[in-house]
């Protein structure tokens, strides 16, 4: 196996592994800066606070997109042992 292969199988997984966590890391990003707009406006400085509203929708994001996450995550596997039999040859 080349390096160059081996390199675009390193680029392929990163790039699915940022494109299914994605939508999970912007649910996150999104409520905690909610919730930090609201400690500052009303001076409450819980540090807790932003705990629970965010893995509540970090899960209700992992529970909307399961299917799309599987699926992409199935099509890569898919790919890679599509490719064993051609890395075998070599």
Known sequence: M???AV??????AI?????VSMPSLLAAVIV?????IFQATTTIQ???LTFVPKIIAVLLVIVV?????SN???EYTRNLFEMIPHIAGM
């Open 2 to 4: 080349s390096v160059t």
């Open 7 to 12: 390199a675009n199988l390193f680029s392929e």
């Open 15 to 19: 790039y699915y592994i940022l494109l």
């Open 32 to 36: 905690g800066l909610v919730i930090s």
């Open 46 to 48: 819980e540090q807790t």
């Open 65 to 69: 997109l399961f299917v799309w996450m």
């Open 72 to 74: 992409m995550l199935g």
